[in-house]
């Protein structure tokens, strides 16, 4: 087999100085890329390395970097787009009730309130390798895929050496489906929408979703209900489940590169974690490390995103949400039952020993440890350098860790803010094929 390439989108963008509201069409963080697009033109700083932000409190916004009148406020508990600074004033995009604006906001306040997190539009599943294979075929594909934004991928496939693509007549009639050796068409993107355990597989160009055709080959359908995300198996549509297709990740973790989900992320950040008196300490911002900690390993072990608050309604409904002290650990051996043949991960056992945990890493397999009130996942670990990749989802300086992710020695995990108590191990579940299926 030829080597494989790995590839990764990066979403890079900048943003800028006041303006016209524009119209708000899709929640600000699913694809930041095309809030840039509204405002390119307005950037004070077209050099600056944009980040993202969650504001845990609100601050007003001004209309430039003087601070000369208020345009604005930034909502409590919100996310910003950080796209320029100077000695004093921060230019932020945030959002409006009304759509999205630009403006400035104290340095002050951004150093103290707002908490930076990984921006970049979240994928339904990394990058890499997979199984896939559909809920009524008889064949199983090996193929790549290749983010393309807006949950949009290329598929590749080991065998044929080609990407996935539509095929037209002359009149731009749909003629069928073919590998391209050249990844250079509109006609190769192909939109992921989960549906519980399963996926659809739309094209864009044709507008028409991905079907088995005589059991072995695949072929073009179209489908007129508008289809989206179901995280939950009470979405799952039954109509069409001969559309859907499970995708099993083959050739090691999700960790080069790895991705850290946070609490605080402005998509869920926000929401109540149970039924909760008080303000920010009843939020998934302050409180949902239990349940992320699972969203990461998940991630990490075999590249499914699972929706954070899946595993919280969850946690609130089974009786693992503590008030006062987050999540209880029996909810590591519980989510394993209830969503472990959705999003492929198994629950192995809860050890004691730094170097034990170690030994299940080097076997592929993810670690949660429990650290001084806190949860964080332990994903993988360099034989090279001897250390480990720590994923916390509320890094703080007194750990210490960063939003993006950390390596440490084993030292570092046996000691202040990392100090582990236990250990709790995963692994992918054992792949079979039955009924046309991966289990």
């Given at each position: ?29 699913e ?31 001004y209309?430039?970097?003087y601070?000369?009148?208020?345009s ?19 230019q932020?995009?945030?959002h ?8 400035w ?25 997979y199984?896939?294979?559909n ?12 983010f ?8 590749h ?19 069928g ?21 399963r ?11 991905l ?16 289809i ?14 001969t559309?859907?297709?499970?995708f ?5 973790k999700?960790?080069?590169?790895y ?15 149970g039924d909760?008196?008080?303000d ?8 949902g ?37 987050g999540?209880?650990?029996?909810i590591?051996?519980a989510?394993?039952?209830?969503f ?19 030994g ?21 670990y ?56 991966l289990?």
């Open positions: 087999m030829k080597k494989i390439v790995f590839l990764m989108s990066v979403l890079i963008f900048c943003v800028c100085l006041t303006g016209t509201v524009q119209a708000a069409e899709e929640d600000l963080f694809n930041p890329a095309h809030v840039y697009e509204q405002f390119e033109d307005k950037i004070y700083d077209k050099e600056y390395e944009v980040k993202y932000g969650f504001a845990r409190e609100g601050t007003p916004v209309s430039d970097y601070g000369s009148s208020q604005g406020t930034v909502e409590k508990f919100s996310g910003v787009v950080i796209v320029s600074e100077t000695e004093s004033y921060v932020i995009i945030y409006k009730e009304e759509g999205y604006d630009i403006g906001i104290l340095q002050e306040f951004y150093k103290e309130e707002v908490k930076l997190y990984n921006g970049a539009e979240k994928q339904l599943l990394a990058d890499g390798i199984a896939m294979a809920y009524k075929g008889n064949r199983i594909y090996f193929v790549e895929l290749f393309e934004g807006d949950q949009q991928y290329s598929i496939s080991i065998v044929a050496d080609g990407y996935l693509e539509v095929e037209y007549d002359k009149n731009d009639t749909v003629t489906l073919f590998w391209n050796k050249k990844n250079d068409s509109a006609a190769q993107k192909w939109e992921l929408v989960r549906e519980y355990d996926f659809y597989i739309r094209n864009q160009d044709a507008k028409m979703y079907v088995p055709r005589d059991g072995k080959e695949i072929g073009l359908t179209p489908i007129l209900e508008d989206s995300n179901a995280f939950s198996s009470h979405g799952i549509k039954e109509n069409y489940r559309a859907t297709w499970s099993v990740r083959m050739f090691g999700n960790t080069d590169s991705r850290n989900f946070l609490q605080y992320d402005p998509d869920w950040g926000s929401k109540e974690y909760v008196d008080g920010y300490g009843g939020r998934m911002a302050a409180a490390c239990g349940v992320v900690s699972i969203v990461n390993m998940v991630y990490a072990l075999n590249g499914q995103f699972i929706d954070p608050m899946l595993l919280a309604e969850f946690a609130v409904e089974n009786y693992y949400r503590v008030i006062g002290s999540t209880d650990d029996e590591y051996r989510a394993a039952e209830e472990g043949e959705a999003y492929n991960f198994r629950f192995i056992k809860r050890c004691y020993s730094v170097f034990e945990m170690r299940y890493l080097e076997k592929g397999c993810v670690a949660i440890s429990y650290v001084p009130g806190h949860y964080v996942t332990i994903a993988d360099n034989e090279e350098t001897e250390e480990f990749l720590v994923l916390d989802s509320h890094p703080i300086p007194r750990r210490p860790t960063s939003p993006w992710g950390d390596w440490f020695p084993w030292e570092k995990l046996e000691s202040g803010g990392l100090d582990s108590s236990c250990y709790f191990i995963f692994e992918q579940r054992k792949m079979s094929f039955q009924g046309g299926l289990k």
